[in-house]
């Protein structure tokens, strides 16, 4: 089941349409990668998936109902959304920000109470950063504070997860380890839609991959097809090269001057 | 750790508790605490003058002080959670210069005391009122609505400057320049009507929600995610922040700075968390004003104005503050 959107089309200003039919599905157990160039309209999808902004055309369901005609308490059980930019809270600790994920199941005059503090500390430990729990979130570095966002979004109980680039700016071991924790996720059911810029990580983690070209979405496919060097030029505008090894592991480096 | 944070709980809020039991004593007509106990519970013999002075006079202006510290602090958490910005108090959108202007408007007119709080009250409410829907009429982000904020008090500010050109300079002049400066002097319980609601009515429902006001730092797409109706808490907190603040200004004059550094300093002594911070930032504010007023009514045998004080202690605290804030953000070593 999970996040499904139909025929999506969008657009800030009536002249200037970011989405035409896109068609994308989130499924359980998978890891689902959204690629596109700068500007390509990603933001934008996910934020029209979680129901922040509703399409002019088209319609996204989760898990089988319309997102529209969920209560912000329902949604909030279905599907959260990790945003790409996390600032540091000062004064905070880890689990105070990450706690802040059982809001929808909090009354307007309670404080989280021991099953929300549990839930905080159970989405610690799921993403391997149970230690970071009485730090300061100030001082965590750029990719404890990445896992620790997505710590809150897993505290938030939904079974889908939309995160926004959570693969930039990190280094190479975060990317994998922010990675593999989200692939986990899905080898325990949930369903992981992600927006990136490293068509890399998508060939390694990805079971499906979605490319926005100027607002319009290629055909969802697995990895490797979609992955292709005919593919990718025209998203980004650049020439790729497939490489491949002989165990099978395959990479795309774009070429010097794009040619 | 957890030893550290119980003493600290125990001090910021007895203390406050401690200053208001103080500042019936203290004055130019020193009062025994057993006194001032029996005065307060009409036990035993209590000369009239001891009894009218504690709770007439004392009693009235330690509540008000108590209550406007605790409000002016409660609206400064608020606003810094608010607004993104921790370097904001209610003044930026523009509550204390349409205090001032209705207050000298009141003034100016000839009303009495009453009508001049009223009149601050009414004005506080409209400059928050103006500066809402402006915002809301271009996008109602935080810089907008700053902007707007800084705007409608320069509107305000000018107006009031037109007033004091016109007002009588042998007593209306002076009674705005004494208002504009702060004060609780002339406090009895006539005058406590609207702070003592504002405090009742708001304060237990904020203290409830306290938790909530940590939602209001998280931007507009990851509260929709959350499930959380942000507009709608916004718009709660700003309608309660306001009038707390504009209750209290209303009551004592222009007293600036409490809204701004006290919430600083009850996150440092008990982290930002607004469960912890928000009652600490009031039991503290409510300190504060007390120990500022009972300075304000002994130090001169003349009595300063509060909002005089309050800036004297204020402008170095904001410079500490600033640069703890510069240093979270890295852009100070």
């Known amino acids: 089941m999970s996040v499904e959107a139909r025929g999506i089309r969008f657009s800030y200003q009536p002249e200037r349409t970011v989405l035409r039919g896109v068609d994308l599905l989130a499924a359980d157990s998978e890891v689902t990668f959204v690629l596109g160039a700068n500007g390509s309209g990603k933001t934008t999808l996910l934020q029209i998936l979680i129901g922040l902004l509703a399409p002019q055309e088209g319609r996204v369901s989760v898990d089988g109902r319309p997102i529209d005609r969920l209560s912000p308490r329902a949604r909030a059980r279905r599907i959260a959304l990790v945003p790409q930019s996390h600032p540091p809270r000062p004064g905070f600790t880890v ?25 905080a500390d159970a989405a610690l430990e799921a993403l391997g950063i149970a230690s970071l729990a009485d730090r300061s979130h100030a001082k965590l570095s750029g990719g404890e504070r990445q896992l620790a966002m ?40 949930m369903a992981l839609l992600l927006t990136s810029h490293q068509p890399n990580n998508a060939l390694v983690y990805a079971h499906s991959v979605v490319f926005l070209v100027g607002g319009v979405a290629a055909p969802q496919l697995a990895p490797r097809e979609a992955l292709t060097e005919e593919r990718l030029e025209a998203a980004y505008g650049v020439s790729f090269n497939l490489i491949e090894s002989p165990a099978g592991a395959r990479a795309l480096l774009p070429k010097r001057d794009g040619r | 750790m957890t030893r550290r944070r119980e003493a600290t709980a125990w001090l910021l809020f007895s203390a406050p508790l401690a200053l208001l039991a103080g500042s019936l004593l203290i004055g130019r007509y020193p009062v025994s605490l057993p006194e001032a106990f029996r005065a307060l519970f009409s036990v035993g013999e209590v000369p009239d003058v001891v009894r009218a002075l504690i709770v007439r006079v004392r009693l009235p202006r330690a509540i008000a002080a108590a209550c406007v510290g605790a409000n002016l602090a409660a609206g400064g958490v608020i606003f810094q959670a608010l607004l993104h910005n921790p370097l904001v108090d209610a003044r930026i959108l523009g509550v204390s210069s349409g205090a001032a202007f209705g207050a000298a408007l009141a003034l100016v007119a000839g009303a009495g005391a009453v009508a001049v709080q009223w009149s601050a009250l009414g004005f506080a409410l409209l400059a928050v009122g103006m500066v809402v829907l402006v915002g809301w009429r271009y ?23 037109l007033l004091k050109y016109v007002a009588d300079p042998a007593d209306t002049l002076p009674a705005i320049t004494y208002w504009l400066l702060g004060s609780l002097g002339g406090v009895r319980w006539a005058d406590l009507a609207p702070l003592l609601t504002a405090t009742l009515l708001i304060q ?20 929709h995610s959350l499930g959380v109706p942000i507009r709608a808490l916004r718009a709660a907190a700003l309608l309660g922040a306001t009038i707390l603040v504009a209750a209290s200004i209303s009551t004592s004059g222009i007293v600036g700075w409490v809204g701004l550094i006290v919430p600083h300093v009850a996150r440092f002594l008990v982290g930002g968390d607004h469960r912890r911070a928000l009652p600490a930032a009031i039991a503290l504010g409510a300190g504060v004003l007390l120990l500022l007023d009972g300075i304000a009514r002994t130090a001169l045998p003349v009595e300063l104005p509060l909002g005089v004080l309050t800036g004297i202690v204020g402008v170095p605290g904001f410079l500490v503050v600033l640069g703890g804030v510069l240093r979270t953000r890295g852009a100070l070593r």
């Open chain 2, 204 to 223: 237990p429902l904020l203290l409830l929600a306290r938790w909530r006001v940590n939602l209001l730092t998280l931007n507009t797409a990851e509260a």
């Open chain 1, 95 to 119: 689990s105070e920000t990450v706690v802040m994920g059982r809001a929808a199941r909090l009354g307007a005059f309670s404080t989280p109470r021991a099953a929300e503090w549990a839930a």
């Open chain 2, 139 to 161: 996008g109602a982000s935080t810089l907008v609505i700053v902007v707007t904020g800084i705007l409608v008090s320069a509107l305000f500010a000018s107006l009031l400057g």
């Open chain 1, 150 to 189: 997505i710590a809150r979004g897993l505290a938030q109980g939904a079974n889908t997860l939309a995160l926004d680039e959570p693969d930039a700016h990190l280094d190479p071991a975060y990317q994998q380890r922010v990675l593999s924790a989200l692939a986990r996720l899905a080898e325990r059911g």
